[in-house]
Nanobody, 126 residues
Framework: VQLVESGGDLVQPGGSLRLSCTTS????????VAWFRQAPGKEREGVSS????????VYADSVKGRFAIFRDRADNTIYLQMNSLKPDDTALYYC????????????????????WGQGTLVTVSS
């Protein structure tokens, strides 16, 4: 499985961005996908996750109400819509996938995912 992220950019505080994650293969209802981010000097943290089993979503507290994860069935792309961006959102954003269902408590844990993209850089600054 290959994942390719895109959409990262420099944006002012309060602005919006939409990140895309395109997968090389088909996605089944067993799969779980997630977005993670890593800022310089910090550990990788889970941002949001989407389960194709039940279409449930999980968000980190820091992005609830501002970010949304969703899928485009037509082209196997997973999106992360980011609104009301803050300087603290500055990071390299990664897409990851597990070809199995992931228990709820692990949905934002990097160790739960097998395949990763190379990342796309989001910089929030005035």
């Amino acid at each position: 499985v290959q994942l390719v992220e895109s959409g990262g950019d420099l944006v002012q505080p309060g602005g919006s961005l939409r990140l895309s994650c395109t997968t090389s293969g088909s996605i089944s209802k067993q799969h779980t996908v997630a977005w993670f981010r890593q800022a310089p000097g910090k550990e990788r943290e889970g941002v949001s996750s989407f389960s194709f089993w039940d279409h449930s979503t999980v968000y980190a507290d820091s992005v609830k109400g501002r970010f949304a994860i969703f899928r485009d069935r037509a082209d196997n792309t997973i999106y992360l819509q980011m609104n009301s961006l803050k300087p603290d959102d500055t990071a390299l954003y990664y897409c990851a996938i597990k070809r199995q269902r992931v228990i709820l408590s692990s949905r934002l844990s990097p160790r739960a995912y097998d395949y990763w993209g190379q990342g796309t850089l989001v910089t929030v600054s005035s």
